[in-house]
């Protein structure tokens, strides 16, 4: 079976290719890149969701107990400088048995067999945020009087919008490959098992949907084996999540 790590050689424009032009994923490895993503964090899921409530945190920078022991990515609009989503990968604790928020919510015991998801290579992804702000001002950037000289920019990144998930499933990726991660753990609604699975990206549900803050669906990932089935089902895809193989874990 051919590696999902294989490099592509194709030469015709990319998806990759197009996307880096409009989009960047920004390791938040600095504390003003930090607030960034808790700010981000607080207009997502404090004032556009009302998942959090927004009187917990009157600094307006939405952040847990888990974010000490979690590295964070953004996805910056390159023309703007605007970030339009954050991910959040929490890092497993060898000295913690139950280390992961799905361990709070979740009594199955498939989350704590650590044979089949070794302690140290298991991480959870989690925060998987994208700002309807952003998106709303996004549309006020393309508007029909715009310049000529700008228009095709603007048309093609209308086009690139839809796909901006993958570039926090690329962010997700690149952090996994940075830290050993070869196994995820996530809890996410029925709609974004969907959305990715278009993209040929197939979280594996595990167990019944359980209620936390409305209905969520418990889900691991074999890195190796999601990353391959994209490779085969959707290359351009997996070029971007993976940045041509640059980026596996």
């Known amino acids: 079976m051919q590696s999902s790590c294989a ?3 194709r030469t015709e424009s990319r998806l990759v290719d197009v996307f880096s032009n409009y989009f960047e994923v920004t390791p938040a490895n600095t504390p003003k890149l930090l607030e960034s993503v808790y700010h981000l964090r607080y207009q997502v899921y404090c ?9 917990q945190f ?5 952040n847990d107990e888990f974010d000490k ?17 954050t991910v959040r990968l929490i890092l497993p604790r060898t000295d913690v048995e139950k280390c992961f928020p799905i361990h709070e919510i979740s009594s199955i015991p498939l989350f704590l067999n650590h044979k089949r998801f070794p302690r140290a290579k298991v991480a959870e992804v989690s925060r998987f945020a994208i700002s309807k702000e952003f998106r709303k001002r996004f549309g006020e950037f393309i508007s029909p009087s715009a310049a000529s000289d700008y228009r095709e920019t603007y048309i093609d990144e209308r086009r690139i ?5 993958l570039g926090l499933v690329a962010g997700a990726v690149k952090m996994s490959a940075e830290n050993g991660i070869q196994h995820w753990f996530c809890v996410v609604e029925r709609s974004f098992l969907r959305l990715l ?12 949907a359980i209620e936390y803050h409305g ?17 085969k089902e959707r290359p351009d895809v997996w070029e971007l999540i993976t940045h041509n193989g640059k980026n596996c874990p």
């Open 7 to 9: 490099v592509s050689t």
């Open 47 to 55: 004032l556009e969701t009302r998942f959090e409530n927004p009187w």
């Open 58 to 62: 009157p600094d307006r920078l939405e």
């Open 69 to 85: 022991y979690s590295v964070h990515s953004l996805l910056r609009h390159q023309r703007t400088g605007s970030f339009a989503g």
């Open 161 to 165: 919008i839809p796909h901006i998930t």
């Open 197 to 208: 699975s278009r993209y040929s990206l197939y979280l594996m549900p595990y167990g019944p």
């Open 215 to 231: 209905k969520r669906q418990p889900c691991y990932v074999h890195l190796d084996q999601f990353l391959e089935m994209a490779r």
